[in-house]
């Protein structure tokens, strides 16, 4: 693996492992350290649109806040990228987990959850409130970011700005903000000991509406779990679903 020098100078005998969860656009490497304490390396391309930059900013505010999250160690511009090195969280991400029950991985969603939207937003510096979202939506058309092959099955076969068209013909008129993860797929949810132990991939962490985070959490729980459980989600986290806000902020994720 081809990483910046001076880690390589720093960790010459470490095993660099890529890992394959996730659809982030960044690569993400775990390093392997002789002491057992690992790190993670991740790496973006230098160019528009990339998103690391905002993940280092947010991986500090969520420091501040004392909400659990990888520290960041140190980042690097070289070789026409943008690397972050970073620590591990500890235990295995909900999607993975093999020891952990469906309620288990419901309970600790709800309240990883629940714990960051009651953040006040006053705290929060970034914005991502829906006008701003459907505007970086339609740059990424502008930019040809959008792969329409990986549309849901429902979208498949139609064009981005079809889709696009659609997106703002659903807009909902219902706002209640929160500090959002932004991307509250169960990958990015960590546990250890059957108890959370952080949060991962934030580079999309803001001010938005509460269904931002609660209409991708119930689809990664109905396509981890099974739709049986998408109810009991929606029932510990305390509010009841709203499917058209839900079927929409599954619709501007398309564009993510």
Request: glycine letters at 6%; proline letters at 5%.
């Amino acid at each position: 693996m081809n990483i910046p020098n001076k880690w390589r100078e720093q960790f010459p005998h470490a095993l660099i492992e890529q890992q394959a969860i996730g659809e982030s656009r960044a690569d993400v490497f775990r390093l392997r350290r002789d002491n057992g304490t690992d790190l993670f390396l991740k790496a973006e391309p230098l160019v528009e649109h990339a998103e690391l930059a905002d993940e280092i900013e947010r991986l500090h505010w969520l420091q501040q806040q004392g909400l659990p999250a990888p520290v960041v160690l140190d980042e690097v511009q070289e070789n026409h990228h943008h690397w972050l090195l970073m620590s591990a969280i500890p235990g295995q991400d909900l999607a993975s987990s093999s020891d952990l029950s469906a309620a288990q991985i419901i309970d600790i969603l709800a309240n990883a959850l629940r714990t960051l939207h009651q953040i006040p937003v006053a705290q929060c510096p970034f914005d991502h409130t829906l006008e701003l979202r459907i505007t970086v939506a339609q740059a990424h058309i502008n930019a040809g970011l959008i792969d329409v092959t990986d549309f849901d099955d429902e979208r498949l076969g139609r064009s981005a700005t079809d889709v696009f068209a659609e997106l703002l013909s659903t807009r909902p008129t219902i706002h209640d903000l929160v500090v959002t993860h932004g991307d509250a797929y169960l990958p990015n949810f960590m546990a250890a000991d059957g108890h959370f132990s952080g949060f991962i991939d934030c580079g999309r962490l803001g001010v938005s509406d509460r269904y931002q985070d609660l209409a991708l959490a119930a689809r990664s729980v109905e396509r981890n779990l099974g739709q049986e459980w998408v109810r009991p989600f929606f029932e510990r986290y305390g509010v009841e679903p709203d499917e058209q806000r839900m079927a929409f902020y599954c619709l501007l994720d398309e564009f993510f």
